[in-house]
């Protein structure tokens, strides 16, 4: 080992490839080697007070299994890595319980929060503002899907509004961008029905489906339309 002091520095070194290593009652605390510095076992990094900054000119990588938040001592944010699937996904927790994960920023000088997810309420999305789906080379979709029921979607192209059953991959509703509707039918402008074309009620493919509209109130019948 070489020691080594000036006016401005402290040197220590060693000549060989060995580690350096401090020790605090015979115990390993921090060894360095040429790869970098190394904390031994249940060492941690800490201030006593203030803020305790790391800086990097370049990235700044964090390797490990998991990446745990904590205040005090109690942990509330996770990020890890979850390779139990095909393909691999990072997964972004709160561990808090019941507690809502939310994602701020500044509309101007005022602190926003822009979204929100309720945790007890099974991770409901809540929107502070608009929601927009912006592709401009395929329709926008967005799905609800219900376990033991159907999926249906909100659909949007050129020509108009969809609403689609994608279990039984039908069309139920379109509203087409001049202000026409089909019910059962997408072309409610040019499926022969010239003469009621701001409303069209289409049958099925068979006269058993039937159409039209029905007015009633509980078990009491008013009148039909068909």
Known sequence: AVFFTDANNLEI????????IFKVNSSEVLRFTSSGMQLAAGKNISNASGNL????????NLDAAD???????SNYGKFKL????????LVISTMLN????????????????ALTFDFSDAGAAIFNNHLTIDNGSTDRKIAFNRTGGKTFSVEH????????????????????NDGKIGIGTNVPDTDGYSFAEDLVIKAGASASDGAGITINSVSRQYGVIA
């Open 13 to 20: 070194s060693r000549t060989t490839d060995h580690p350096i």
């Open 53 to 60: 900054t790391l800086d990097a000119v370049g990235n700044l």
């Open 82 to 89: 979850d390779n139990s699937g095909s393909p691999n996904k």
């Open 157 to 176: 192209d050129t020509s108009g509004f969809y609403i689609y059953n994608v279990t039984d991959s039908s069309l139920h509703t379109k509203f087409s």
């Open 67 to 73: 990446i745990v938040l904590s205040d005090s001592g």
């Open 98 to 113: 019941d507690g809502d994960m939310e994602f701020r920023g500044f509309d101007g000088s005022t602190e926003t929060t």
